[in-house]
């Protein structure tokens, strides 16, 4: 298609899906390939370029007295046709020149165009040596921004780096770990897949398998594939191809039935009404999709419908294009050897049509579209309003339009900025890529049987914000029996209290769940490692806490729990406690004497350890009661030892030692003394204890309590397992009068031993904490 004008915009479009080349005889000069397949979407696209250069030149306001015009041209989804067709484009089709001094614009001032990564790569290579501005809107590929490679190439479409990102933000939102991979065999699938893989890798998500499209549509190749989709334990399916690469794959897909699949569409193909029919809808409801941003463009409408056809050969695709639409032909007689059945007229009503063509509700790749026009006209507008002897250039000159050169056009376009009048702003970064702004669509079955697209999502990434992705899960489609996102993982979580351990040959998504050890746990899901416990601690049953100082909390938190009643909660909350006070007394021993210090030390100590003792004590005639009272001759056994005779029993053994200290402070208390008597040179300044036979009435009424505490424990030490803390009682028991039996007489004979000191024991019930002790010298 083609229209005059001052200056001439080059378009790229993918118009059909197929190109059929002649046979070559080599004895005669070949006939042009021709395309088959007419796509109605893309045709659309075309018209929004010829629809922005006619609302440009009504605007008085952007490039005043110059009119634009524009060269359009099919690709048909090749390469080959591509690169012919921007040659073309940039270098003219006329075949003689009247101006011999090479004067005048170029042939094209830039290109809107090409929408794949693959031929946009090849004529960025060609002509960005010649700075050609070149503005694709639809190209991905993260390999286009490289700026050395391709200094003129720009997009209003983002990068597949943004893309990528994208979409592994939706399968972290779901928890899809575990995915399959296909892609399609050019630059656009391939630089996609290279970026999908390194990402998935960053954030610690596997790839089940990896499988690329065959070029030339193999049926073997594709059957293959499906075999592996089909195999594969992974549920989600993520496809970065365009429309034409992926449709033989999902024939496959309808002729195999394969249901059960979540299928994730790249930009490429997730707006494609090519797979909006009834026969996919049993297959690809459900869809998850990326998609650029959905623009308005008012009066679009009305101009695609007030279109007519035309004979001049230059716009024979409007002609293509009529004879598509209502099925007819302006050729008459008959036509490859059938004869014609309708002739086209021309006067054909557009408004009777519902197709891509006439759609405009979902603008995405031609709103790219009209802001790639837009973008070269702003900038061609911006290089005429230079003023002279201010100009960038160099001799702080401006461009002439007489003698424009490309490279002229590509300085003003890299700063253009601009908002549509739907209110998006356009600009380009220093890579030449536009803002990263995608839809997250979702297909849904709609009333007719076919497929609609609904936004559920959105995801933007700006340089000040970084990504935001929002979406509406409550409005997604799911095409499974429980209504539900499946699950895709290749190994579930690891609970707490076990860590991963990867599984030989295979990603790190695929995992055993082991236990973690005695003495270790994890606290988290998925925990690589187990975590050894502090000395003194060891794990819980669930390996995902280490008790002992936390043992009350536990105890506290749990008292209701059949465990806890069991073990008779009010006495295990007496003995941690005392126990608690045990270690606490030691602090009265840090620093020099003081007459309060030398008199709370050894009271403290002695009624902290009579609180403990006679606790396990009352716990050990609890148990032999229980195990006496199932005994018939013994069944009234257990009225005197309940909770309330527990307690009594506990204070009273308590009391004792309080009152043996009371008397001996108030008799003969303890106070800070000098002492050189050990060695004449060095004074010790230490605590005297006044009273030897009150001293010794403490630790003897404590080693009376812990004897009689062993020899119970030791008499019921035989009964029955179940609850029965005998045997530990005595175990525990045991070491502390042997410690107890060991040390004191040592430590009486021994030189300094009115130096303060202290002893004692940790017991826990069925643990077992080694006696300490710690003598000191001031």
């Known amino acids: 298609m083609y229209q005059d004008g ?107 165009g090409d929408p794949s990564s693959t031929p946009s790569i090849a004529i960025s290579n060609v002509l960005g040596l010649f700075r050609v501005p070149i503005v694709s809107y639809y190209a991905t590929c993260s390999c286009l ?120 569409a790249s930009e490429a193909w997730a707006t494609s009404p090519v797979y909006h029919t009834p026969r996919f809808l049993p297959f690809l409801r459900g869809t998850l999709g990326i998609a650029v941003r959905r623009g308005k463009i008012q009066g679009l409408h009305d101009f695609l419908i007030r279109l007519c056809p035309s004979n001049d050969q230059r716009n024979n695709m409007l002609r293509i294009f009529w004879e598509n639409m209502f099925g007819c032909s302006f050729e008459t007689g008959d036509k490859d050897g059938e004869q014609v059945k309708k002739v086209c007229t021309g006067q054909e009503d557009l408004n009777t049509t519902d197709t891509p063509y006439t759609d405009v509700s979902g603008l995405r790749a ?53 908002t549509t009048g739907f209110g998006d702003h356009v600009s380009f970064d220093k890579n030449g890529d536009a803002l990263a702004i995608y839809d997250v669509l979702n297909w849904q ?13 959105v995801v933007n990434e700006g340089a000040a914000t970084g990504m935001v992705f929002t979406l509406d899960e409550e409005a997604i489609y799911w095409n499974f029996e429980t209504k539900k996102p499946p699950r895709s993982v290749c190994s579930e979580s690891c609970p707490p209290g076990t860590r991963r351990a990867t599984r030989k040959g295979l990603p790190v998504c695929c995992f055993d769940c082991l236990p973690c050890g005695d003495g270790e746990i994890s606290n988290t899901s998925n925990a690589i490692e187990c975590a050894m416990c502090p000395d003194e601690f060891w ?66 100590f002695g009624i902290s350890f009579v609180l403990c003792i006679s606790s396990i004590l009352v716990k050990t005639m609890v148990v032999i009661a229980v195990f006496k009272s ?25 009391a004792l030692q309080v009152v043996i200290c009371a008397v001996w402070l108030s008799t003969a208390s303890p106070t800070p003394h000098k002492n050189n008597q050990y060695i004449r040179s060095i004074i010790v300044y230490e605590c005297a204890i006044g009273s030897v036979a009150g001293f010794s009435l403490l630790l003897g009424y404590i080693g009376l309590l812990a004897a009689v505490s062993f020899l119970l424990a030791f008499l019921a030490r035989n009964l029955p397992d179940n609850f029965n803390e005998a045997k530990f009682i005595t175990f ?11 040390f004191v007489p040592a430590y009486m004979s021994s030189p300094g031993k009115y130096a303060f000191w202290i002893t004692g024991g940790h017991i826990c019930p069925k ?5 300490f002790t710690s003598r000191e010298k001031h």
């Open 6 to 112: 001052d200056v001439i915009l080059g378009g790229l479009f993918q118009v059909h899906f197929f190109t059929v080349f002649p046979d070559l005889n080599f004895k005669t000069e070949p006939e042009p390939p021709h395309c088959e397949k007419f796509d109605m979407e893309s045709f659309q696209q075309a018209q929004t370029m010829a629809f922005a250069i006619n609302e440009i030149n009504k605007n008085p306001n952007l490039l005043p007295n110059i009119t634009l015009g524009y060269h359009l041209y099919d690709n048909c989804v090749r390469l080959g046709m591509a690169f012919r067709a921007a040659i073309s484009l940039a270098s003219g089709t006329e075949e003689s020149f009247s101006s011999l001094n090479c004067t005048g614009p170029p042939p094209v001032i830039g290109i809107v």
């Open 145 to 264: 921004s490289d700026r050395k490679k391709y200094p003129s190439f720009f997009r209003t479409i983002p990068s597949d780096a943004f893309q990528v990102r994208a979409m592994v933000q939706i399968l972290r939102h779901f928890g899809w770990t575990w995915v399959g991979l296909v892609y399609s065999d050019d630059d656009y699938g391939i630089y996609a897949a290279q970026s999908f893989q390194q990402e998935m890798q960053v954030f610690g998500h596997c790839v089940a398998f990896s499988e690329i499209l065959p070029h030339d549509n193999n049926h073997r190749d594709i059957q293959r594939v499906m075999g592996v989709i089909q195999a594969s334990t992974a549920r989600v399916v993520v496809v970065f191809s365009t429309s034409s690469f992926l449709l033989p794959l999902m024939d496959e897909v309808v002729l195999q039935n394969i249901t059960g699949k979540q299928w994730i």
């Open 366 to 418: 031609a709103y790219n579209v009209y802001k790639a026009v837009y973008a070269l006209a702003h900038a061609l507008h911006d290089l005429m309003q230079c003023d002279e002897g201010r100009g960038p250039f160099s001799g702080n000159s401006c461009a002439n339009i007489i003698n424009l050169k490309p490279w002229q056009l590509v300085h003003y376009l890299q700063k253009v900025n601009f």
């Open 445 to 457: 079955p709609s009333s007719d049987g076919s497929i609609s697209i609904y936004t559920v999502g």
């Open 539 to 604: 794990s819980n049953t669930d390996k995902d806490h280490c008790f002992c100082a936390l043992v009350m909390v536990i105890f506290a938190l749990h008292h209701n729990t059949p465990i806890v009643r069991a073990n008779n909660s009010e006495l295990s909350f007496l003995l941690l406690l005392s126990l608690k006070l045990c270690f606490l007394c030691v602090l009265l021993f840090i620093g020099p004497p003081q007459l309060w210090t030398c008199q709370l030390r050894h009271a403290v």
């Open 630 to 654: 199932s005994r018939p001759e013994s069944k009234g056994a257990m009225k005197w030892f309940g909770a309330a005779q527990q307690r009594c029993t506990v204070l009273v053994l308590t």
């Open 732 to 742: 525990s028991m045991l070491i502390f009068c042997a410690v107890w039996i060991a």
């Open 767 to 771: 643990v077992l904490h080694y006696p």
